[in-house]
Protein backbone atom coordinates (compact mmCIF):
# COMPACT_ATOMS: atom_id res chain seq x y z
CA UNK A 1 0.00 0.00 0.00
CA UNK A 2 2.50 2.22 1.21
CA UNK A 3 4.43 1.85 -2.41
CA UNK A 4 1.30 2.48 -4.73
CA UNK A 5 1.25 5.73 -2.07
CA UNK A 6 4.52 6.52 -3.17
CA UNK A 7 4.26 6.27 -7.28
CA UNK A 8 1.00 8.17 -6.69
CA UNK A 9 1.98 11.57 -5.76
CA UNK A 10 4.27 11.99 -8.89
CA UNK A 11 1.91 10.45 -10.95
CA UNK A 12 -0.86 13.19 -9.91
CA UNK A 13 1.69 16.05 -9.98
CA UNK A 14 2.59 15.07 -13.70
CA UNK A 15 -0.64 14.30 -15.07
CA UNK A 16 -1.49 18.10 -14.09
CA UNK A 17 1.67 19.29 -15.00
CA UNK A 18 0.62 17.40 -18.92
CA UNK A 19 -3.18 19.17 -18.23
CA UNK A 20 -1.75 22.34 -17.61
CA UNK A 21 0.56 21.91 -20.62
CA UNK A 22 -2.48 20.94 -22.89
CA UNK A 23 -5.01 24.09 -21.64
CA UNK A 24 -2.22 26.32 -21.88
CA UNK A 25 -1.34 25.27 -25.84
CA UNK A 26 -5.15 25.57 -26.72
CA UNK A 27 -5.37 29.33 -25.19
CA UNK A 28 -2.69 30.15 -26.96
CA UNK A 29 -3.97 28.37 -30.09
CA UNK A 30 -0.30 28.68 -31.82
CA UNK A 31 1.02 25.26 -32.54
CA UNK A 32 4.32 26.72 -34.10
CA UNK A 33 4.78 28.57 -30.49
CA UNK A 34 3.47 25.86 -28.59
CA UNK A 35 1.92 22.88 -29.37
CA UNK A 36 -0.29 20.45 -26.91
CA UNK A 37 0.85 17.91 -25.44
CA UNK A 38 -1.71 15.58 -27.78
CA UNK A 39 -0.37 17.65 -31.04
CA UNK A 40 3.36 16.23 -30.44
CA UNK A 41 1.91 12.74 -29.25
CA UNK A 42 0.56 13.17 -32.75
CA UNK A 43 3.70 14.17 -34.22
CA UNK A 44 5.74 11.12 -32.47
CA UNK A 45 3.26 8.64 -34.15
CA UNK A 46 3.40 10.30 -37.45
CA UNK A 47 7.35 10.79 -37.30
CA UNK A 48 7.95 7.22 -35.24
CA UNK A 49 10.01 5.73 -38.46
CA UNK A 50 12.38 8.19 -38.63
CA UNK A 51 12.31 9.16 -34.66
CA UNK A 52 12.70 5.85 -33.31
CA UNK A 53 15.27 4.23 -35.82
CA UNK A 54 17.54 6.32 -37.52
CA UNK A 55 18.00 9.23 -35.09
CA UNK A 56 17.17 7.64 -31.73
CA UNK A 57 20.30 5.54 -32.80
CA UNK A 58 22.67 8.13 -33.62
CA UNK A 59 21.85 9.80 -30.34
CA UNK A 60 22.42 6.62 -28.30
CA UNK A 61 25.82 5.95 -29.98
CA UNK A 62 27.21 9.50 -29.50
CA UNK A 63 25.82 8.64 -25.59
CA UNK A 64 27.17 5.31 -25.51
CA UNK A 65 30.60 6.16 -26.67
CA UNK A 66 30.77 10.02 -24.62
CA UNK A 67 29.63 8.10 -21.48
CA UNK A 68 31.97 4.95 -21.35
CA UNK A 69 34.90 7.22 -22.22
CA UNK A 70 33.51 9.55 -19.19
CA UNK A 71 33.77 6.59 -17.11
CA UNK A 72 37.04 5.23 -18.21
CA UNK A 73 38.88 8.09 -17.61
CA UNK A 74 36.73 9.38 -14.98
CA UNK A 75 38.03 6.66 -13.02
CA UNK A 76 41.71 6.66 -14.22
CA UNK A 77 42.12 10.13 -12.98
CA UNK A 78 40.32 9.57 -9.63
CA UNK A 79 42.44 6.83 -8.73
CA UNK A 80 45.53 8.67 -10.19
CA UNK A 81 44.54 11.67 -7.99
CA UNK A 82 44.12 9.83 -4.76
CA UNK A 83 47.59 8.06 -5.08
CA UNK A 84 49.26 11.20 -6.03
CA UNK A 85 49.40 15.06 -4.16
CA UNK A 86 51.06 16.08 -6.75
CA UNK A 87 48.97 15.04 -9.65
CA UNK A 88 45.51 16.10 -7.38
CA UNK A 89 46.80 19.78 -7.57
CA UNK A 90 47.91 19.87 -10.79
CA UNK A 91 44.66 18.38 -12.26
CA UNK A 92 41.72 19.12 -10.18
CA UNK A 93 41.85 23.17 -10.82
CA UNK A 94 41.30 22.29 -14.56
CA UNK A 95 38.45 19.64 -13.58
CA UNK A 96 36.92 22.71 -11.56
CA UNK A 97 37.81 25.53 -14.45
CA UNK A 98 36.41 23.37 -16.89
CA UNK A 99 33.12 23.69 -15.70
CA UNK A 100 33.39 27.65 -15.80
CA UNK A 101 33.92 27.66 -19.84
CA UNK A 102 30.48 27.62 -21.63
CA UNK A 103 30.22 24.49 -23.26
CA UNK A 104 27.27 25.80 -25.98
CA UNK A 105 30.30 28.36 -26.84
CA UNK A 106 33.27 26.25 -27.16
CA UNK A 107 31.09 23.54 -29.01
CA UNK A 108 31.56 25.14 -32.52
CA UNK A 109 34.89 24.64 -32.19
CA UNK A 110 34.31 20.61 -31.81
CA UNK A 111 32.44 20.86 -35.17
CA UNK A 112 35.64 22.90 -36.64
CA UNK A 113 38.22 20.21 -35.70
CA UNK A 114 36.27 17.24 -36.35
CA UNK A 115 34.02 18.00 -38.70
CA UNK A 116 30.24 16.55 -38.58
CA UNK A 117 31.15 13.43 -37.61
CA UNK A 118 30.25 11.42 -34.77
CA UNK A 119 33.16 12.59 -32.84
CA UNK A 120 32.80 16.30 -32.43
CA UNK A 121 29.34 14.95 -30.47
CA UNK A 122 31.22 12.89 -28.41
CA UNK A 123 33.71 15.49 -27.53
CA UNK A 124 30.54 17.66 -26.31
CA UNK A 125 28.86 14.88 -24.54
CA UNK A 126 32.60 14.12 -22.79
CA UNK A 127 32.57 17.56 -21.70
CA UNK A 128 29.37 17.16 -20.00
CA UNK A 129 30.05 14.23 -18.25
CA UNK A 130 33.59 13.55 -16.94
CA UNK A 131 33.12 16.39 -14.22
CA UNK A 132 30.78 14.57 -12.27
CA UNK A 133 32.00 10.81 -12.57
CA UNK A 134 35.52 12.08 -11.84
CA UNK A 135 34.86 14.29 -8.84
CA UNK A 136 32.32 11.80 -7.41
CA UNK A 137 34.54 8.79 -7.62
CA UNK A 138 37.73 10.79 -6.14
CA UNK A 139 35.40 12.51 -3.50
CA UNK A 140 34.20 8.53 -2.47
CA UNK A 141 38.03 7.20 -2.48
CA UNK A 142 38.94 9.86 -0.31
CA UNK A 143 36.26 9.17 1.84
CA UNK A 144 37.90 5.39 3.08
CA UNK A 145 37.89 5.38 7.09
CA UNK A 146 42.27 5.68 7.87
CA UNK A 147 41.03 3.55 10.99
CA UNK A 148 39.72 0.53 8.55
CA UNK A 149 42.88 0.96 6.66
CA UNK A 150 45.08 0.98 9.27
CA UNK A 151 43.51 -2.10 10.59
CA UNK A 152 43.90 -4.04 8.01
CA UNK A 153 47.50 -2.92 7.49
CA UNK A 154 47.75 -4.49 10.67
CA UNK A 155 46.74 -7.54 9.36
CA UNK A 156 49.19 -8.23 6.87
CA UNK A 157 46.54 -6.21 4.07
CA UNK A 158 48.54 -5.36 0.94
CA UNK A 159 48.13 -2.19 -0.71
CA UNK A 160 45.80 -4.17 -3.34
CA UNK A 161 43.70 -5.61 -0.81
CA UNK A 162 43.67 -2.38 0.66
CA UNK A 163 42.43 -0.93 -2.77
CA UNK A 164 39.51 -3.93 -3.94
CA UNK A 165 38.48 -4.67 -0.14
CA UNK A 166 37.75 -0.77 0.93
CA UNK A 167 38.49 1.83 -1.49
CA UNK A 168 36.31 0.49 -3.80
CA UNK A 169 33.29 -0.58 -1.76
CA UNK A 170 33.49 2.84 -0.29
CA UNK A 171 34.03 4.95 -3.62
CA UNK A 172 31.03 3.15 -5.52
CA UNK A 173 28.01 4.85 -3.62
CA UNK A 174 29.58 8.09 -4.80
CA UNK A 175 30.89 6.43 -8.20
CA UNK A 176 26.87 5.56 -8.68
CA UNK A 177 25.96 9.01 -8.08
CA UNK A 178 28.38 10.75 -10.24
CA UNK A 179 26.95 8.55 -12.92
CA UNK A 180 23.29 8.85 -12.32
CA UNK A 181 24.46 12.49 -12.99
CA UNK A 182 26.50 12.18 -16.08
CA UNK A 183 23.90 9.72 -17.47
CA UNK A 184 21.50 12.38 -18.02
CA UNK A 185 23.76 15.02 -19.04
CA UNK A 186 24.93 12.79 -21.61
CA UNK A 187 21.73 13.40 -23.29
CA UNK A 188 22.13 17.10 -22.73
CA UNK A 189 25.65 17.15 -24.20
CA UNK A 190 24.77 14.48 -27.11
CA UNK A 191 21.51 16.99 -28.37
CA UNK A 192 23.64 20.25 -27.96
CA UNK A 193 26.06 18.40 -30.31
CA UNK A 194 24.04 17.37 -32.89
CA UNK A 195 21.84 20.75 -32.65
CA UNK A 196 25.52 22.39 -33.41
CA UNK A 197 26.06 20.17 -36.43
CA UNK A 198 25.24 16.87 -37.22
CA UNK A 199 23.59 14.84 -40.24
CA UNK A 200 21.36 12.53 -37.79
CA UNK A 201 20.12 12.50 -34.71
CA UNK A 202 17.36 13.49 -32.31
CA UNK A 203 19.12 17.14 -31.42
CA UNK A 204 19.48 17.27 -35.39
CA UNK A 205 16.03 16.46 -36.06
CA UNK A 206 14.30 19.07 -33.85
CA UNK A 207 16.88 22.02 -35.37
CA UNK A 208 15.49 20.56 -39.03
CA UNK A 209 11.72 21.00 -37.57
CA UNK A 210 12.21 24.34 -36.48
CA UNK A 211 13.40 25.99 -39.70
CA UNK A 212 9.59 24.58 -41.14
CA UNK A 213 8.48 26.19 -38.10
CA UNK A 214 6.37 22.89 -36.98
CA UNK A 215 6.57 23.31 -33.42
CA UNK A 216 5.06 19.63 -32.86
CA UNK A 217 7.96 18.46 -34.63
CA UNK A 218 10.18 20.89 -32.71
CA UNK A 219 8.70 19.30 -29.02
CA UNK A 220 8.80 15.40 -30.51
CA UNK A 221 12.83 14.74 -30.31
CA UNK A 222 12.66 16.29 -27.10
CA UNK A 223 9.87 14.33 -25.24
CA UNK A 224 11.87 11.42 -26.70
CA UNK A 225 15.43 12.71 -25.39
CA UNK A 226 13.49 13.53 -22.00
CA UNK A 227 12.25 9.51 -21.81
CA UNK A 228 16.30 8.60 -23.16
CA UNK A 229 17.43 10.34 -20.09
CA UNK A 230 14.37 9.21 -17.30
CA UNK A 231 15.38 5.67 -18.65
CA UNK A 232 19.21 5.67 -18.49
CA UNK A 233 18.44 7.20 -15.12
CA UNK A 234 16.42 4.18 -13.92
CA UNK A 235 18.89 1.58 -15.14
CA UNK A 236 21.89 3.21 -13.40
CA UNK A 237 19.71 3.16 -9.92
CA UNK A 238 18.90 -0.35 -10.54
CA UNK A 239 22.48 -1.33 -11.11
CA UNK A 240 23.37 0.43 -8.39
CA UNK A 241 20.81 -1.05 -6.47
CA UNK A 242 21.94 -4.48 -7.39
CA UNK A 243 25.91 -3.84 -7.24
CA UNK A 244 24.97 -2.18 -3.34
CA UNK A 245 22.79 -4.83 -1.93
CA UNK A 246 25.07 -4.96 1.11
CA UNK A 247 23.50 -1.36 1.84
CA UNK A 248 20.38 -2.93 3.04
CA UNK A 249 22.12 -5.48 5.55
CA UNK A 250 24.06 -2.67 7.35
Same mark, same amino acid.
Given at each position: ???????????????????????????????????? $???????????????????????????????????????????????? @????????????????????????? +???????????????????????????????????? @???????????????????????????? $? +????????????????????????????????? @??????????? $????????????????????????????????
Amino acid at each position: MNRWKDYATPALVFAAFLILWEVTARVIGASFILPS $FTQVMVRIWELREALLTTHLFSTLQIVAIGLGLSIALGIGLAVWMNYS @RAVEKAFYPILVASQTIPIIAIAPI +FVLWFGYSIWSKVAVTLLFTFFPITVATFDGLKSVS @REYKELLQTMGASGRDIFFKLSVPTALP $F +FYSGIKVGVTLSVIGAAIGEWLGAQAGLGYFSR @RMMTQFDGAGV $FAPIVILSLLGIALFLIVGALEKRALRWRKTQ
